[in-house]
C-alpha cells in the first residue's frame, strides 16, 4: 500500500505510515489517509475505510506550510491520473471535518456540560476532559477557561483544549442558539475530536490553545 512505511510498529502497537510531504513516519491513526478516484480527484478519507490504495499527510503545522501543488506532484508515483489542486483538497477537507466534528459533538451532546458554570463545575472532576472553546467567544471567558485549564493540566488531571469555529457552529451542533464553551468526558472519540479541531485550526489558520 501506498504510504507504508518498510517498518512496522512493535507488536500490539500501530503500524506506521509516512507522510507524504515531511516523510516523517507516524501512528497512521494520527495521519489524514489520502485516496484517489478514477476520475483522478484526491479525496480525504477520514475514516481510513475507503477500499485501495491511500497515502498519508500528517498535517503538521510545519508540513502543512510545504503543502502546494508543487509538493502534492508526488502523489503521481502511485496515482498518474491524480489531478493536483491544494486549495481544492483542503476546501474539501475542511467542510468534511466541520461535518465530521459536529456530528462526534451532537452523539454526544445529552453527557455533555454545557456553557461556562457546567464546564467549571465539571473540572472539579478528577476524569479525563476535552474542552471545546469558541473562537468568537468574549475575551474574559477564553481567558477564565484557559486558566482553569491550565491550573488542571498542571495538577496531572487530564485536559485538553480545543478552538473551534464560533459560538453559532457549536450551539447547532449542540441543537442551540449559541455556546461558547462545552466540556466533553475524555475517551478514544474525544481524542479523535481534538486532533480533528487541531487539523481544522491549522487547515483554517485558528489556532488551538
Known amino acids: 500500500m501506498a504510504g507504508l512505511t518498510s517498518e512496522h510498529a512493535e507488536a500490539g502497537r500501530e503500524p506506521l505510515r509516512r507522510c507524504l510531504i515531511c516523510r516523517q513516519s507516524l501512528p497512521k491513526q494520527q495521519m489524514l489517509r489520502l485516496v484517489v478516484d478514477a476520475a483522478g480527484e484526491v479525496w480525504p478519507d477520514l475514516l481510513q475505510k475507503a477500499p485501495g490504495r491511500g497515502v498519508y499527510h500528517c498535517l503538521g503545522d510545519d508540513c502543512l506550510k510545504q503543502t502546494n501543488d508543487k509538493r502534492l506532484q508526488a502523489l503521481r508515483k502511485d496515482f498518474p491520473q491524480a489531478v493536483i ?5 483542503r476546501e474539501r477537507l475542511l467542510s468534511l471535518l466541520s461535518q465530521q466534528m459536529q456530528g462526534m459533538i451532537e452523539r454526544q451532546r445529552m453527557r455533555a456540560a454545557v456553557g461556562r ?3 467549571m463545575h465539571r473540572m472539579w472532576n478528577n476524569a479525563p476532559l476535552l474542552i471545546l472553546l469558541a473562537e468568537d467567544a468574549g475575551e474574559a471567558l477564553q481567558r ?5 485549564a491550565g491550573k488542571r493540566q498542571a495538577a496531572g488531571q487530564p485536559t485538553m483544549l480545543a478552538n473551534v469555529l464560533s459560538v453559532d457552529w457549536l450551539g447547532g451542533a449542540l441543537h442551540r442558539e449559541q455556546v461558547a464553551v462545552v466540556g466533553l468526558e475524555g475517551s478514544a472519540t474525544t481524542e479523535k475530536l481534538e486532533r480533528y479541531c487541531a487539523w481544522y485550526g491549522r487547515l483554517k489558520g485558528i489556532g488551538v490553545r
Open 85 to 89: 489542486r491544494w486549495e481544492s483538497l
Open 117 to 119: 458554570d457546567a464546564v
Open 144 to 148: 477564565q477557561i484557559r486558566d482553569a
